[in-house]
């Protein structure tokens, strides 16, 4: 892991003295939290314009009853 530049650092250790975390820890994984669930948004917002950019959609098949699980699941690409 990198050290954090000294600025980082004295803003951490103030949002600690504050009360707002427990300690060190808690700030940066709260911190990493909140980016992964920002991550996690960007993606579906990715795949939500992927699928309005693919076009119109068709109709479901009794196939599709089989295998929308198990892509949804990663199993396939």
């Given amino acids: 892991m990198r ?9 951490i250790d103030d949002r600690v003295a504050a009360g707002s975390f ?3 820890g808690e700030y940066i994984g709260d911190r990493v939290r ?5 991550q996690a948004k ?5 795949i939500i314009e992927a699928g309005r950019a693919s076009g119109r959609g068709r109709r ?3 196939a599709d009853e ?3 699980p198990v892509i949804a699941r990663g199993k396939i690409d």
Wanted: hydrophobic fraction near 30%; charged fraction near 40%; avoid cysteine.
């Fill in 60 to 62: 479901r098949i009794k």
């Fill in 22 to 24: 427990g300690n060190t």
């Fill in 3 to 11: 050290a954090l530049p000294e600025s980082m650092l004295d803003y």
């Fill in 42 to 46: 960007k993606r579906l917002r990715d």
């Fill in 34 to 38: 909140r980016d992964q669930q920002e």
């Fill in 66 to 68: 089989t295998a929308l």
